[in-house]
């Protein structure tokens, strides 16, 4: 049996997703595909806009036979370590033959080359690389130039546009993570069509999840059915008709503004908060009176809008109660299985009789011992304060979703 894996949030699943994941079971000739998901909360610091089993029960109508939840530590944090993250649970399970990403660029050996030298920096990129920050440049623009010195640019393509798209950018890193844990699978790219992953308006037929996300949001009048596939869209209808907690990022300051005023300030405890940041960001939680006024006030050219977002995040989620820099840096030490259908049914049999970690259908009640578990479900505890569907105790109660198709 072939299996093909993807790593995605599907926040939410959109027509990009679908060609992404059709493509991908026929040009690697794909038996099943497995899906790493992220949880309850994503990659860029935000709340899903709709909750990890809704999400999973759209995926396994749309061609994905098995999704698994990327745990919290991994899913809220830099693209170096989702990838880690999700990369180390596929390559657990000793089943997957290729992982499949989408990609800006689109060509495979450019990709895997600026994966390589950043992954096994040898001396002229790190002489490289110094003179350009001795310089005072960001390290982000030194990285730049530094390997366009040692690419071959007209092969490569324009080194800081490369570095400068999203999916881009995961692709380097899903690529540096399989060198680093010397992983057999293969990695696979599919160019990105339709719009760009930040546009904030849906152009095309292929929008990014961005522009869905704010016409949900804003309630535009414009009908989604063109953009994203039919289960979906019935399902999104089904839910504005009864009247789903929808989530958005702007709804967590009320209770992070809440711990500042009733807890010492902890958030240097938070690896991405350090060198200051951690003052900067509580100063800044304290002096203002919603979302987008505290991100202008703690962002800079020194620190992204996403950076910032995501300590946020994790500062409302409780990030700074578990050692998460050292959680993140160790490989994924579970999979907990969301759902899956009929062929995910034969895939979860192959991991059972090959898997080097434990997966999980159902959660122990009482005394979790893994801390990157715990976190899991501390996230789900916090998501249900801002979406009143879900249930704190949801990881408990929640069976995974079994579809037949």
Known sequence: MKISAIIAEYNPLHNGHIYHINKTRKDLNSDGIICVMSGNFVQRGEPSIIDKWIRTETALHNGIDLVLELPTVYAVSSAEFFSFGAVSLLNSLNIVSNLSFGSELGDLKSICNIANILTNETNDYKKSLKSYIDLGLPYYTARSYALGEILDENHCGNISEILSNSNNILAIEYCKSLIKIDSSIEPFTIKRNGDNYNDLQIKSKLPSATAIRKHIKDKGSLSLKDFMPPYATDKLSYLIKNDYDFTFKEDIFRYIKYKCLTL??????????????????????????????????????????????????????????????????????????????????????????????????????????????????????????????????????????????
């Open 264 to 405: 010492e300030n902890n958030i240097e405890k938070i690896p991405d908060a350090s060198e200051g940041l951690n003052n900067k960001i509580y100063n800044s939680i304290l002096s203002s009176n919603c979302f987008e006024e505290l991100m202008d006030k703690a962002k800079s050219k020194r620190y992204s809008y996403t950076r910032i977002s995501r300590i946020l995040c994790q500062y409302f989620i409780g990030f700074e109660n578990y050692n998460t820099d050292l959680l993140r840096s160790a490989p994924c030490p579970y999979a907990r299985v969301l759902g899956f259908n009929e062929t995910g049914r034969r895939i979860l049999r192959l991991i059972k009789n090959n898997s080097d970690i434990p997966f999980y259908t159902k959660l122990p009640c009482i005394n979790v011992a893994n801390e990157c578990l715990k976190l899991d479900i501390q996230a789900t505890n916090a998501y249900s304060i801002l979406n009143k569907n879900i249930s704190p105790m949801s990881d408990y109660t929640t069976s995974p979703i079994f579809t037949k198709i």
